[in-house]
Every structure is written in C-alpha cells, then in structure tokens.
C-alpha cells in the first residue's frame, strides 16, 4: 500500500469522541478545533490557524475513521476509533469510493476477511476485530499496530542493522510458517505490508491474495498479483507456487531491508521482470554474490533463498529459520552485536 498523507494524523493516540460527535477534530498541530460538520467525509480539509492537512472523519457502524494508513487497487485503510472502546486504536479497510457495489470488489474483501479471521492468534499477524456492512459500505477491521511500514522505516533511517534484520526474518518466517499451516500461501510478502511495531517488531498485515495451498500450487495464469520486484519467478512465468515461492519473496524483503533499496528497480514492469528472469533461468547457476550486504553469513542466505530455480533456494521455512538461527548465534559469539531497536 502507498501512504495517502505526507503524514498519519494523531500518532498512536486517540482522538477525543467528544469532539467527533460534535463534528469537531483538533487539529495536530495547534490543538485548533475545527468543524467538519457540512463536510465530505474522507475529503481533504485544513486548518485555518496554521493550514494543517487533515481528513474529514467519518462515521462508520460506531467506527470513526479519522486519518489515512495506506491505499492500494482493492481498497484503503484507515486509522479509526469506536464510540465503545475509547482509547482503543484500530486499522480499518473500505472499498475505494467508485467499487464500493463491485460484487468483484465486495468479494474480494470478503475473502480477506475470512483468511484474516482463520489465521487471527499468531503474535507476528495482524488481528483480526471485525467485518461487516453497513448502508452499503462494507469494512474489515483489524487491530491497529503503530510504529509504521518497514519500506517506510528504510526511507527514513537506510539499511537497517543486520541483527534486526535477522529478526525480521525470524518474526517473518514464523508468521509464514502459521499461515502454512492453516492451510493457506501468503504470496504478497513486501515491505509495505510489514509492520514494525515499537516493542514486538515485525507484524505481517493484508491477506489480500492469500490462497489455500492447492490453489496456488496450481494456478497457472498470466495475470499478475502482487508488487513486481517481490514476486517469485514462479509467478512471474505463470507457474504455481509453493513454499520455495514465499521464500523467494522474503529474501528480496531482507535484502532491502539489509541493504536499503531493492534487488531490481522498482520501475521495472511486467514485461522486463519476466525477460530478467528468463535471462537467468537460462545461464548456469554460479550463486549470487551479495556484496552490499555487510554479512557474509546473511548474504549468503538471502542469496540462497533469491535464486531463481526453485530447487536451487531453500525449500522449508525451517531451513531458512535455522541458519538465521546459526547466523545470529555466530554473531553473538564473536561480538557483532550491533542495535537491536524495534526487535
């Protein structure tokens, strides 16, 4: 998802429903209270005082969404409270304005819902609270995690520490494998869709094209699903996919991550990513070298979970979460500690 805002209104704290309910907010920046009474819900509004940007509340079955989280082609996530909860935060998920009769669109949501709440319990998942409809307008809720995307958290700060991005991928992984288990491949594995929560770390959200297992092993399609530079060569060629698949995903994750931008452009499209992975299918395996990666133990198992034969990368999520294990407990063993914020 892309963000919508420059900024997300309000932090982790909770607006005052008392203002809400007279259609008021304040705003962020100089506590001014404005009214958004003959407003359009969503639209843009300003402060007087200070010129602010803010979003026009709305009110949805007790839920009060009030700042924008993220956008993407099958809906738009905002940042809510309820009339029962309070304090309590949450992330809310409608259809974009034009699609919101869509039975396609509807569908879709609907879908996600039901995978959200199957796979709900595990700590590096988002929660599912609720979903419904109401007056036509349908929503999925989940809880809320602050501390924003990691895509975000690379653009501010660069390449992250390499023992927190092992922990990333520990805290990945173990979302993946409970996924698995369920009976379901996650197949949207970027950076956009991982939260980095202050205390617990990395948080994985949005089952929007989450399959159950056979499905996905044989779907056979042309039609592409997901952001271009994190999809496996599987789905790129039109082939099923597996668990080497998500793999694949998770290894360009770290990789930016470790590095501070991605394997190939982002401006790639459909057609070149799919000459790039003919190209390589086509040459002999050599093994990659990763020398941007200031890990020798870790480029190394980022560069065997990227190759682009499926026999060649790692095939379980255990293989992968041991040597992360061993890479980490090398580290420790020889001092190279470095931070561990937000793990």
């Not at 404005?34 to 402060?47: H, K, N, Q, R």
């Not at 935060?89 to 919101?100: N, Q, Y």
């Not at 297992?213 to 592409?224: G, I, V």
């Not at 452009?265 to 990763?290: M, Q, Y």
Request: one cysteine or more; proline letters at 5%; a negative charge.
């Amino acid at each position: 998802m892309v963000s919508l805002f420059d900024r997300n209104q309000g932090g982790g704290t909770a607006p005052r429903l008392s203002h809400f309910r007279k259609r008021r907010l304040a705003c962020v920046e100089c506590a001014e209270l404005l009214s958004f009474a003959d407003l359009e819900p969503l639209s843009a509004m300003f402060c007087a005082h200070c010129g602010t940007k803010h979003m026009v509340p709305m009110w949805l079955d007790g839920y009060w969404l009030f700042a924008p989280l993220g956008a993407g082609g099958m809906g738009v996530v905002y940042k809510a409270c309820h009339e029962d909860t309070g304090e309590a935060l949450f992330a809310v998920k409608i259809l974009p304005r034009g699609e919101r009769k869509d039975p396609l669109f509807i569908g879709h949501l609907q879908h996600e819902a039901e995978v959200c709440r199957r796979l709900t319990g595990h700590p590096c998942l988002v929660r599912f609270v609720a979903n419904s409809e109401s007056q036509g307008e349908h929503y999925l809720v989940t809880e809320f995690v602050d501390g924003g995307q990691l895509d975000q958290r690379v653009e501010a700060t660069g390449k992250l520490p390499i023992n927190e991005v092992m922990f990333i991928g520990l805290r990945l992984i173990a979302a993946e494998t409970h996924i698995y288990n369920q009976g379901y491949l996650y197949r949207d594995l970027k950076p956009g869709n991982v939260l980095m929560a202050p205390e617990e770390g990395a948080v994985l959200c949005d089952y929007g094209i989450c399959v159950p297992l056979k499905e996905a092993y044989t779907c056979r399609s042309d039609f592409f699903d997901g952001t271009p530079v994190y999809l496996p060569p599987e789905r790129v060629l039109g082939e099923g996919e597996q668990v080497c698949s998500e793999i694949y995903s998770l290894g360009m994750v770290l990789f930016h991550a470790a590095t501070g931008h991605s394997y190939v452009t982002p401006r790639i499209t459909f057609e070149e990513l799919k000459e790039l992975v003919l190209s390589r299918r086509n040459v002999p395996r050599k093994g990659l070298e990763l020398k941007e990666i200031a890990s020798d133990e870790l480029a190394r198992l980022i560069g065997r979970m990227i190759e682009v034969h499926p026999y060649d990368r790692y095939q379980t999520f255990a293989e992968v979460e041991r040597d992360l294990l061993k890479a980490l407990h090398y580290r420790f063993q020889h001092n190279q500690y470095g931070r561990l914020t937000g793990i």
